[in-house]
């Protein structure tokens, strides 16, 4: 168990809908980091937030959005959402804000009908 | 942007064999070559990484090297067990390791 818990572990619903994922980091650590894995384009890193503030980003979609919360807990919106959008999302934390140093939480399913 | 390629996409071995996997990359200014074990139903986990200054590292079975001029990276596990059935991401890192690019991973099987 590497101390990030995700909820919810699966996600059904259908297209053009909005869902929210939810992450907690590891106690004590400042950044949260979130990924998509899905069949066809392997694990992508979506976008970082470091003490609440946006760090990085990267193959985000502009229907994603995503922020980290005083409490240090993270929320990934998906909206208007596709087929494609199907995957595994994963959130990762770590103390210091570098990716060297990030555990990885389970992740949550979503699949889209 | 990077590119990483990771090959072979799936691995059989007989338990107490080695098994290789590799990786390549495009950008030189990458610096830091994590590897991640993804068991079934889990999110990946580190169990090694480099960094460019280094040409080997080790780790009991398993082990990493990175070639800079040739831009690959490999990663060897020795006396494999069932145990080490997952699938394995190698990644590639730079920007102050802010960002890794994934290869897209190996699924390996160790026959009992």
């Known amino acids: 168990d590497s101390g990030v818990t995700q909820t919810p572990k699966h996600l059904i619903t259908a297209t053009g809908q909005r869902v929210t994922l939810r992450c907690s980091p590891r106690?004590?650590?400042?950044?949260v980091y979130w990924y998509q894995q899905s069949l066809d384009q392997g694990l992508q890193f979506l976008i970082q937030?470091?003490?609440?503030?946006?760090?990085a980003k990267g193959n985000i979609l502009e229907r994603f959005s995503a922020q980290q919360f005083p409490d240090l807990h993270s929320e990934l919106n998906l909206s208007s959402l596709e087929l494609g959008d199907s995957a595994l999302y994963f959130c990762?934390?770590?103390?210091?804000?570098?990716?060297?140093?990030?555990?990885f939480g389970p992740g949550t399913r979503l699949t889209v009908l | 942007g990077e590119n990483v390629e990771q090959h072979p996409s799936t691995l059989s071995v007989q338990e107490g064999d080695s098994a290789v996997i590799k990786c390549t990359y495009s950008?030189?200014?990458?610096?830091?070559f994590p590897w991640y074990k993804q068991e079934l139903g889990k999110g990946p986990q580190l169990i090694i990484d480099i960094r460019s200054n280094v040409g080997e590292k080790k780790d009991q079975r398993i082990a990493v090297t990175l070639n800079k001029t040739a831009k690959h990276f490999s990663l060897h596990i020795t006396e494999t067990q069932p145990e080490d059935s997952a699938v394995y991401f190698c990644a590639a890192s730079w920007d102050n390791f802010n960002k890794f690019y994934f290869g897209s991973g190996t699924k390996l099987n160790v026959k009992p």
């Open positions: 950008d030189s200014a990458s610096n830091y």
């Open positions: 937030y470091y003490n609440g503030e946006e760090r």
């Open positions: 990762a934390s770590s103390v210091d804000g570098r990716a060297d140093t990030q555990y």
């Open positions: 106690s004590g650590d400042l950044s």
